[in-house]
């Protein structure tokens, strides 16, 4: 009776696996020209084949190839992260280091120009980190300007001001 038993629970498990790895995918467009996607076909479906069990849906964005890319371009934010606004430094050497955020994210071919005292200091980078060496003591004004890949100014920092004091 146990052998009996244990034949069908083998023969449940076996079926049970090959019913779910045999699903079928469908994939059709519909009136509005929406890529729809069932495990029923429909008239004009495409059957999909899998190559894996395992899918995961990706979170990075809703554009779709057969989609078109979205009408309004992305608003570009710069900010100086550090020094921070008023920060004193003190350094004897002079040296600041600038670093900087841009929202919603840096792309390839993008560059940031650094201006101290509203003078560009160096030519834009594509680095978004800057070494300003021998900073004489006093107040000092900072800001940036982000650039597309067309060399176009696309955002400005608000500015921000850092005191040096060095030992003379």
Do not use: C
């Amino acid at each position: 009776m146990n052998y009996r038993i244990f034949i069908l629970f083998i023969a449940l498990g076996l079926s049970i696996y090959s019913y779910a790895g045999n699903k079928k995918i469908y994939a059709w467009k519909d009136k509005n020209g929406v890529l729809v996607f069932s495990d029923t076909p429909h008239n004009g479906a495409t059957e999909i084949k899998l190559s894996s069990q395992d899918l995961t849906m990706s979170e990075a964005g809703s554009h779709t190839p057969d989609s078109p890319p979205p009408t309004h371009p992305n608003t570009f934010q710069i900010m100086i992260s550090s020094p921070t606004h008023n920060q004193i430094i003190r350094e004897n050497t002079g040296s600041v280091y600038v670093t900087s955020r841009i929202t919603p994210r840096f792309e390839v071919g993008f560059t940031i120009q650094l201006f101290i005292d509203g003078k560009p200091y160096g030519p834009a980078d594509d680095l978004s980190t800057f070494a300003i060496r021998d900073v004489e003591s006093g107040a000092h004004t900072l800001y940036l300007k982000l650039y597309n890949k067309q060399n176009q100014a696309i955002a400005i920092s608000q500015p921000s001001t850092f005191i040096m004091q060095r030992k003379e």
